[in-house]
């Protein structure tokens, strides 16, 4: 009989549903919090059930000599050491979904409170005043409100604000016309956003694109008077250049349930008169914490005890028989799909996906998932394998996929091609014997290419002294070349340059190379390859 241990506060339905499965379950909702009692008894366990308090590390990892799943009940995995779980083979689950409603009400409400100064005047009230004058508010009816991040929860805030009678204006690459159609909104740029809206609302993830995304100068873009809500992610807004922006009156007010530092006990923002502040309540409904606690003990408990694997952040969904023989082509579709993501700025149309010869008759939906999923996760990381294609959707990209027998000198193959309303691009790989992934074609030019973690990727004319200036750039900024490949559809026409690098390269090397004027263009590129 498998054996769990819930190690968080998780709902006594949830503990029930592991004992009707068959499943033998420990309910220790404190232990979380005692690292060392929890590193003694891991050994015991097949599965691990948490929430937010109990960190799974790579130094717990190493005592959990049985253990199989973590399933996290919630969205963030901040807490779990996902690369230190793929390596000892734990799969590592999330109920990306079960609060989404929740969030998206909060910032509702929390737009409420900053429109009509509620605890304020709640407080004054209590306090036996009568200051009615006092706290002269706004109507919702008739703003603009600026989401900015329509996918899953920021959708269901647009939605709700449509129902408010606002107009909604909305920013996101990755939005599709056809999306923001059916939610009823205007998909604009963000200097648009900044500038038409009353409300601004967040709901991206943090990453490096979004950290800061309102800044002291996109802050200043702003229209007077415009008030803020942050209940995605701390980080997004820069929370010195806010307090400055609401003691001179640009920002009228802000209201904030997360915190670039938290627990937060202590921030810049704290008892200004025209913040409204909540401890990360998000997802802090009963209905959203029963959601997710029975969502991941159903999860558990059917990869426990049939291998079926749901929701899972480092592992497809594919049968252990499929597992064996799937392996490094699950690999190649998600580098597959990350460098179609990384090389990609604008909102995707559709995703199409080649297969030829023996991978054409693999399990075509475990591989969609992995290529899909490394498009997404370059702008969010949020994104798994299971909640890619619903992301996709969502965003309105057309998935299509195509069979077909052996057609070329490759038993088999894999080729992406990604489409916008300005260019389609495409890249093909394989597998060869020794079980890694390869691409062999970058833009219809063959090639034979590694996949490494750091990758520099050009485009150019064909014309001498090419390889010199790259070698002698990075020999410059003392960046080491480990390796490096070289294509071109002809004499002197387009060429490309993949260098394997030792390190992520500088954003300033990039920039020298640019202002060279021989490149068309310069990519750093990341690959998870562990």
């Known amino acids: 009989m498998p054996k ?3 190690s968080d506060e998780l709902s006594e339905t949830a503990v029930q549903i592991f004992r009707d499965r068959g499943v033998e379950v420990d309910y220790m909702p404190k232990l ?26 790579e130094k717990l990892l190493e005592q959990a000599t049985n253990l199989k799943v973590v399933g996290r009940a919630g969205i963030g995995v901040d807490n779990v050491d996902i690369p230190a ?41 209590h306090a036996g005043k009568w200051e009615k ?5 706004v109507e919702l009816f008739n703003k603009t409100l600026g989401v900015i991040g329509a996918g899953n929860i920021g959708g269901i805030v647009c939605d709700r604000a449509v129902g408010l009678k606002m107009r909604v204006v909305a920013y996101d690459p990755f939005l599709s016309e056809e999306r923001a159609k059916q939610l009823g909104v205007t998909k604009v740029e963000l200097d648009d956003l900044l500038a038409r809206a009353d409300f601004i609302t967040l709901h991206v993830p943090l990453t490096d694109k979004t950290r800061n995304i309102l800044s002291r100068e996109n802050l200043a873009k702003t229209k007077k008077g415009v008030r803020i809500i942050n209940c995605a992610r701390g980080g997004l807004i820069d929370e010195a250049a806010l307090k400055d922006a609401l003691d001179t009156g ?28 909540t401890p990360h309540l998000g997802a802090s409904t009963t209905e959203a914490q029963e959601n997710v606690a029975l969502q991941v003990a159903e999860q558990m408990s059917d990869y426990l005890l049939t291998g079926a694997v749901q929701n899972a952040l480092n592992m497809p969904n594919v049968t252990a028989e499929e597992a064996a023989v799937m392996g490094p082509w699950v690999k190649l579709a998600a ?3 990350a460098f179609i993501g990384q090389m990609t700025d604008e909102p995707i149309k559709a995703i199409n996906i080649l297969y030829d010869g023996a991978v054409a008759d693999m399990n075509l939906a475990a591989l969609n998932q992995s290529v899909i999923a490394g498009v997404l996760k370059a702008h969010n990381p949020d994104v798994n394998l ?48 020794d079980g890694k992934p390869r691409f062999i074609q970058i833009k219809g030019i063959n090639i034979d290419a590694e996949i490494g973690p750091h990758m520099l990727y050009t485009t150019n004319e064909d014309v001498p002294g090419i390889i010199g200036l790259l070698g002698m ?9 480990a390796n490096f490949t070289l294509g071109r559809s002809g004499v002197g026409q387009d060429a490309i340059a993949i260098l394997y690098l030792d390190q992520p390269i500088d954003p300033k090397v990039v920039e020298t190379l640019e202002s060279t004027g021989m490149f068309q263009q310069v990519k750093p590129l990341e690959f998870d390859v562990a």
Not at 95 to 116: C, D, Q, V
Not at 256 to 275: C, G, Q, R
Not at 397 to 411: A, L, N, Y
């Open 4 to 6: 769990v241990l819930v």
């Open 386 to 433: 299971v909640s890619a294609p619903v992301v996709a959707k969502e965003r309105g990209i057309q998935i299509s996929t195509t069979r077909q027998e052996k057609t070329g000198v490759f038993d088999a193959y894999i080729k992406v091609t990604m489409v916008t309303d300005k260019r389609e691009r495409s890249v093909a790989g394989t597998c060869f014997s």
């Open 32 to 57: 979380g919090k005692d690292k060392e009692k929890l590193a003694e008894l891991i050994g015991q366990y097949d599965g691990l059930a948490i929430r937010s308090a109990t960190k799974v590390t």
């Open 335 to 337: 580098h597959l799909g």
């Open 250 to 277: 640009h920002v009228a007010a802000a209201a904030l349930d997360v915190f670039e530092v938290e627990p937060a006990t202590d921030n810049v923002l704290f008892n200004h008169p025209n913040v409204v502040c």
């Open 133 to 137: 004058s006092k706290f002269m508010g």
């Open 85 to 125: 779980a793929s390596k000892k083979g734990v799969i590592v689950m999330n109920t990306p979904f079960g609060n989404s409603i929740t969030t998206a009400e909060h910032a509702i409400a929390m737009m409420f409170s900053i429109a009509r100064q509620i605890p304020e005047a709640n407080a004054s009230t």
């Open 473 to 481: 750039t990075m020999g410059k900024n003392n960046v080491n070349i």
